[in-house]
């Protein structure tokens, strides 16, 4: 007898079994990326993130509160759904892949606007692998790293919005952001 737990986890497996084959097939686009193609996209993605206005430190009140996320392992999964900082705040993210070397899988963390994960999600994907699964010059993005390879980690610092509220954060990556996803809660300074 399969208890609830194992029920629920092969529904979670296979609504994303069915999401990649939808993006596969409309997009064209495949999730198997080698680590090849996957550190030539990442090396790709640093050139771009020296231009990346989101990702360079900005002046704000304050020193910076110094924040860490992390992958769940080998799963699809951020290590936590939920960060707090005040409005205006200055941050220092260290982002950490913890999937497995042998895994292949890259991931980034990409702050947006309330209400937009899908719609960044999507113009990732129009991006491309050249652009890290991206779009870095989205009014949608607050910040973002570049895509980190299997193990390593990146620090970026940004500032949090004026205006108090939830802002999510999701990996770019072609069909991550369905369950790699959590919030920023921006409180009143």
């Known amino acids: 007898m399969m208890n609830r737990g194992s029920k629920s986890k092969r529904k979670s497996t296979i609504r994303v079994s069915v999401i990649v084959s939808v993006l596969i097939s ?3 686009v495949s999730l198997l990326t080698s680590t090849a193609e996957a550190k030539t996209a990442s090396k790709k993605a640093a050139a771009q993130d020296s231009k990346n206005p989101a990702t360079k430190g900005a002046k704000a009140k304050g020193a910076a509160v110094k924040l860490t996320l992390s992958t769940k392992g080998d799963e699809l999964y951020y290590d936590k759904a939920t960060l ?3 409005a205006g705040q200055s941050i220092e993210l260290t982002f950490t892949n913890g999937a497995s070397s042998t895994s292949g899988l890259t991931h980034n963390v990409t702050f947006v606007k309330p209400g937009t994960e899908e719609q960044v999600a999507n113009a990732g994907i129009q991006a491309g692998p050249d652009k890290g699964w991206t779009p870095t ?6 910040a973002t790293t570049k895509l980190v390879n299997p193990g ?3 620090t970026i610092t940004f500032q949090a919005p004026d205006t108090p ?3 999510p954060y999701i990996c770019t990556f072609p069909g991550h952001w369905v ?4 919030v920023l809660k921006v409180t009143k300074g």
Request: no cysteine; aromatic share 10%; charged share 25%.
């Open 26 to 28: 409309t997009f064209g």
């Open 152 to 154: 390593e980690s990146q």
């Open 179 to 182: 369950t790699m996803k959590g």
């Open 165 to 167: 509220g939830d802002y």
């Open 137 to 142: 010059d989205s009014p949608m993005v607050v």
């Open 84 to 86: 707090t900082v005040k």
